[in-house]
């Protein structure tokens, strides 16, 4: 008897009930919609997107000190966690130079403020300080400082991820000193709160179509599509440089690794969707946490590299503040000499160390440019005001993919990534298993595994 397929209305509705790829899509465009349409209910829904935010924030900092802790325990040896932290800043420091040196070339070549001709007296000022809530950037020696817990407690309430990492480096330290026979109920106490921790993210990560809906029905109703008319070249040439970084980061990553980028972007389609749509990186950490420890990623690095970047690895910032720093110059009339131009990169490189967590930081980082060149007014930052939040889109894939990337290289820098995984789950072959996922869950759309491949899918440690 021939086996009837289902009808197309049948495969709609199991791709809107399995697969949180079709979800968020389909909320990202009814937000759209409903902010375009209906301006006063979209940011009536905003909370829906906050909430979901608070709530994955809530469960980042347990769970990156539970995977770098139990990372150490089971590496066996503090000295390869050293070489992927010196590793991964190394790769960290080059990619942002490269990211920075690229918006400053775009930004010369096409530049998007030329004819703009902005009296910076007109310009209100004070909507910056609004902004950035009077805040300034740390030093550099205040960063390093504050990266530094006085409290253990208050590095978690606080949410501080280099905190945290460092107390987990002494934590999974102090149990490497100790062996395993002394406090021998630490370790599985740490993995057992681990496996709790992504339980609760997969409960989380149901609400995931709700926060993009409510997010993308905000931006689109608040800001409605007015900028892209008036900073259509500032914000084409941000793009079009983001895509070309990218480009070349996944060439790279294909010399350096053999892993393909495209195939990653696939991989990790859901999340990719969902941070866009919530104009944040850290809603999806949990969940890269886990897809790149199942495509062949040791957890060492996937626990020391992924969260280091979000703080020291900003690539999709540093090509905004690179072409914006010289688009608000060619507004107001000022050209930046060579010199003036390398003294950019050497402040970007230093204040967008310190972004990670601070409101309105790319503000802040443009007013300590400006003020370091001393020929740009501070107050031509509010230039961006009305294009900044559109500009997350951009920042936010950039940075996460250049997070990404840099997990794989300094794996396969420190032999930690295992090849002939990686390849399998890109390749579709071992399907992704969220660990912990809650019972009665359908597994997420990733094409047709085999059923030998799932029960291989396992955490991939």
């Known amino acids: 008897m021939p086996k009837v397929s289902p009808s197309l209305a049948r495969r709609v509705a199991r791709s809107l009930r399995t697969s949180m790829f079709v979800q968020v899509l389909c909320a990202l465009v009814a937000g759209i919609v409903v902010g ?6 979209g940011s009536a829904v905003q909370p829906l997107g906050d909430g979901f935010i608070r709530l994955i924030k809530a469960v980042i900092a347990p769970l990156v000190f539970c995977v770098v802790v139990t990372g150490i ?23 942002t130079t490269v990211a920075l040196v690229i918006g400053l070339v775009a930004g010369n070549l096409v530049r998007p403020g030329s004819g703009m ?11 910056v300080d609004e902004k950035t809530g009077g805040g300034e950037l740390p030093s550099t020696s205040e960063f390093l400082l504050h990266s530094l817990p006085d409290s253990a407690v208050g590095a978690f309430a606080e949410n501080s991820l280099l905190q945290v990492l460092v107390l987990a480096c002494l934590v999974g330290a102090a149990l490497l000193h100790l062996g395993h026979t002394k406090v021998p109920a630490i370790l599985p106490a740490v993995d057992q709160a681990q496996e709790v921790i992504f339980a609760i993210v997969g409960f989380i990560m149901k609400l995931a179509p709700l926060a993009v809906f409510g997010a993308t029905a905000h931006l689109v109703g608040e800001y409605g599509l007015g900028a892209l008319s008036t900073y259509g070249k500032l914000i084409g040439v941000c ?15 294909k010399m350096f690794t053999g892993v393909s980028l495209w195939k990653f972007v696939r991989y990790t389609r859901e999340e990719l969707v969902l941070a866009l749509g919530t104009g944040s990186s850290e809603t999806v950490m949990p969940r890269m946490m886990q897809k790149l420890r199942q495509a062949g990623c040791r957890d060492d690095s996937v626990g020391l590299v992924l969260p280091t970047g979000y703080s020291f690895n900003l690539d999709g910032a540093s090509i905004y503040l690179s072409i914006a720093t010289l688009f608000i110059a060619q507004a107001v009339g000022v050209d930046l000499t060579l010199g003036q131009q390398v003294t950019v990169v050497l402040v970007l490189m230093l204040t967008s160390k310190g972004m990670a967590g601070v409101p309105g930081s790319a503000f802040l980082a443009l007013s300590a440019t400006a003020s370091a060149l001393g020929v ?3 107050g031509a930052v509010a230039l961006l005001l009305g294009v900044d939040r ?12 250049g997070n990404c990337v840099a997990v794989f290289a300094v794996s396969k820098w420190e032999r930690a990534l295992d090849h002939d995984r990686a390849r399998k789950v890109l390749d579709g ?17 990733r094409g047709e595994a085999p059923a030998s491949s799932a029960a291989e899918a396992g955490p991939g440690r």
């Open 390 to 401: 559109i500009m997350d889109t951009m920042r936010v894939a950039t940075n996460l993919l």
């Open 239 to 253: 793009y079009a440089v983001a895509l070309l970084f990218l480009l070349l980061l996944g060439a790279a990553l």
């Open 429 to 445: 072959e071992i399907a992704f298993v969220p660990e912990q996922e809650p019972p009665g869950t359908a597994a997420p759309d």
């Open 117 to 127: 001709n902005v009296d910076p007296a007109s310009l209100d000022a004070s909507a």
């Open 73 to 95: 325990a089971k590496a066996g040896d503090l000295k390869s966690f050293g070489r992927i932290g010196l590793k991964a800043l190394i790769w960290f420091e080059v990619a």
């Open 36 to 41: 375009g349409v209906w301006p006063d209910v």
């Open 376 to 378: 740009i007014p501070a």
